[in-house]
């Protein structure tokens, strides 16, 4: 996943978590250095003053405190709005220069602030950036509208768009022009006095509620851990995450207790292994109730509220939904397009789903469990286990015992051969090199903001220094849920600027003297992740608005999503697929029968991924006059029938009240984008296939013509030029085992 950042501060700010501004009056180091003799120096002492002289400006975090954000983000929005009137007054005529690339260049100060206290908020944080947040997200939000809805500054933009086919522009600084005036009119420069005014209300309600939302699922998710006093209640764990266990329980203060804390999703790795089956109701529970019992970290009314701002706000931008003003700009256009992709799969995939869970049966029966048709539509928390039918937090175990009995793999076994720091440098890091010639050198000089966080310096294939790269893997209980890529400082030529990246996961953190064994799903999430710091790393433009990751959210997706098929490539799965004692090579007889396990699984994850998607939808397409949502639980159960999604046995991956994606992290009536994506991931991977594979002729085509770009080109066509062709869904439903299971419900 990319981090969108809270707010969008003129430029480089424009995609956050990816992923990231003067006019005639002085620039760059000049003109922060004219600002700050306005006043007696605001920053005294603050290592966000000034640029940092570190490698790639990477931030000093052995200065760092968290003190220095708060007047470091306030001097920051103090001195853009200062360069912003300087470029709205000009007394000369509008010009590309003097209008938006001295928009690309302002807010220096808040940019190199503001991307470092997003990162740390997610990964890091603390009750007083916590504090922070709270405080400052609305004064952000309305930092932002004082850009976008500043009446003198909007017409100097209109200005240039108005003559940019007669300026002699190039094509990136053409593509420059359109999105900032498309960026203006979107965030409402158009509107009457009266609506914008309106506007910036909702504008700073929705970004408080962001940062409530965030804190108490942070909070939600720690209290719901699974607390155990007797290992017995945890049998059929492995004596590894037994020990990570109980050192969780240490790091909680609670000595003696084993700990299993939560992932962000619905359904939670421990549930394959957990042999009892109270135990394995108990944490599925904790997981899907976690943000609903009426406490503090109840999280149902804060999305409520927000589901009805974004709805309002649609409604005054011109579009009817939230959905469709999202979608506008986006590949899919318009919200039917992407619920048709959606639907039109959805049949198959739980079609496979029950061919699954009759697979489970079996294996279940011998149990006690006696699988029959559900009379509940879909699981609440307020549900009770109805006495013998296999439920959903029987489905993570019982798969794990089809994949032992009918494929004989244990995926205990299996996580010998997986060694986290193995499968990085001669996996993930391995692959780039014999795609893209990249090679990479831990730096131990580099300051981190926790010591399990380590740095890399990445070089091209030609020697010459590319990026910095942080790798964040552990989970701990002040990081938010999930896996994502972001950035400290990102790609431009105008600034000359080279990307820092980061990756940030929850693994397990192993006992001290253990090693960080993961599973196959984390080293997938592990290509995934690095797919999108390659896409950073490899941006090669000169507008920070335009740089790295700053595409569409249904685009985005895609060279992380893409990345993730190097992980079993051959040549690559055999290069770190070993054991993690002897250093063996993982025997050709489970290779095999980890490559016949094929899709198995694949109707439980789509469907579970379908299920979310639609759920997304369904809260982002209603209208304005229905937005008050009463019981959010009904809501759920009743989207998903409308959709056709509705199976018991599997809830969606994420629910209402813990879906961070889309109430927190910029993937509102965005979530489809995956499914959309892995369309653009599967279709070019079989372009991969049938010029070659992996060799670096066709990996540097990749990285020309795709992941360099940014945003200098709509997405459609730039995918288009590399392949030769629109997208094929083809691929996708073969790799995913859909188009036997659409074959098979045809009469």
């Given amino acids: 996943m990319l981090r969108i950042r809270p707010i969008l501060v003129v430029t480089a700010v424009v995609l956050a978590s990816s992923c990231s501004t003067t006019p005639t009056e002085p620039v760059g180091a000049e003109k922060e250095t004219a600002a700050k003799s306005e006043i007696t120096d605001p920053l005294p002492g603050n290592p966000f003053a000034e640029p940092s002289t570190l490698p790639f400006e990477a931030p000093p975090f052995d200065r760092i405190r968290d003190g220095d954000f708060q007047p470091a983000l306030e001097e920051g929005m103090r001195r853009q709005l200062a360069e912003v009137e300087r470029i709205a007054n000009d007394k000369a005529p509008a010009t590309f220069e003097n209008t938006l690339v001295a928009l690309e260049k302002s807010g220096a100060l808040l940019t190199r602030v503001n991307r470092v206290f997003s990162a740390l908020t997610q990964a890091n944080t603390d009750d007083i950036l916590q504090r922070v947040q709270k405080e400052e997200a609305p004064k952000l939000a309305a930092h932002q509208d004082a850009i976008y809805l500043n009446p003198k500054l909007f017409a100097r933009v209109k200005s240039v768009y108005d003559k940019r086919d007669s300026l002699g522009l190039d094509a990136e600084s053409l593509r420059l022009t359109e999105r900032y005036y498309r960026l203006f009119v979107r965030a409402g420069a158009e509107l009457p006095a009266g609506d914008q005014e309106v506007l910036r209300g909702h504008n700073k309600e929705l970004s408080s509620l962001a940062a409530q939302f965030r804190s108490k699922l942070l909070a939600a998710t720690k209290a719901g851990a699974l607390v155990a006093d007797d290992k017995g209640d945890l049998a059929g764990l492995s004596d590894a995450d037994l020990a990570a266990a109980l050192e969780a329980g240490r790091a909680r203060m609670t000595p003696d207790k084993y700990v299993i804390p939560l992932q962000n999703t619905t359904q939670q790795p421990a549930l394959a292994s957990l042999q009892r089956r109270d135990t394995r109701e108990k944490l599925f529970t904790a997981s899907i109730a976690r943000a609903e019992l009426r406490d503090d970290n109840d999280t149902r009314a804060t999305i409520t509220r927000i589901a009805e701002l974004r709805a309002e706000k649609a409604r005054l931008l011109g579009y009817d939904t939230w959905a469709a003003y999202v979608l506008d700009d986006q590949m899919a256009k318009t919200p039917d397009r992407a619920i048709e992709l959606m639907t039109d799969m959805a049949l198959a995939a739980i079609a496979k789903a029950k061919g699954e869970a009759r697979e489970m049966e079996r294996l279940a029966k011998k149990d006690g469990i006696q699988f029959r048709p559900w009379d509940l539509q879909y699981y609440s928390p307020s549900a009770r286990s109805e006495g013998g039918a296999l439920r959903p937090w029987d489905w993570q175990y019982y798969a ?326 629109d997208p094929s869904v083809e691929p996708l439903l073969e790799v995913r085992g859909l188009k036997e299971a659409s074959a098979k419900r045809k009469p």
């Fill in 400 to 725: 794990e015992q089809v994949r032992k009995s009918r494929f004989q793999i244990d995926s205990e076994e299996v996580k010998q051969y997986f060694e986290l720091d193995n499968v990085l440098q001669n996996g993930v890091f391995f692959a780039a090199n014999q795609l893209y010639g990249l090679t990479f050198k831990e730096r131990h000089d580099i300051p981190v903001y926790q010591r399990d966080v380590r740095v890399f310096e990445v070089f091209d294939h030609d020697g010459s220094s590319l990026a910095l790269f942080y790798a964040d893997y552990f989970k701990r209980d002040n990081k938010a849920g999930g896996a994502w890529s972001t950035s400290f400082v990102g790609q431009s030529g105008l600034l000359g600027q080279k990307p820092v990246v980061t990756n940030t996961c929850n693994f397990t953190k192993p006992a001290p003297g253990q090693h960080a064994l993961i599973s196959h799903d984390d080293v997938i999430t592990m290509f995934h992740e690095f797919g999108h710091a390659l896409h950073a790393m490899f941006s090669n433009v000169k507008y920070p608005l335009l740089g790295g990751t700053s595409v569409p959210r249904d685009f985005v997706e895609f060279p992380s999503q893409f990345n993730e098929h190097w992980a079993d490539e051959p040549s690559v799965f055999a290069n770190y697929a070993k054991h993690y004692k002897t250093g063996e090579p993982m025997p050709a007889v489970l290779v095999d029968k980890i490559r016949e396990v094929g899709t198995y699984g694949q109707g439980f994850a789509t469907t579970e991924q379908l299920e979310a998607s639609l759920l997304d939808m369904a809260w982002h397409t209603l209208p304005r006059s229905m937005t008050i949502v009463d019981n959010v639980d009904a809501f759920e159960r009743s989207a998903l029938r409308r959709y056709d999604v509705d199976y018991a046995l599997v809830p969606p991956r994420y629910r209402t009240s813990y879906f961070a994606h889309i109430w927190s992290n910029g993937y509102a009536a965005g979530y489809y984008a995956y499914l959309w994506t892995a369309v653009l991931r599967d279709d070019a991977f079989y372009w991969f296939k049938e010029h070659g594979g992996m060799n670096r002729e066709n990996g540097q085509r990749f990285r020309d013509m795709v992941l360099s770009r940014g945003g200098t080109e709509e997405t459609d066509a730039l995918y288009r030029a590399w392949r030769g062709r």
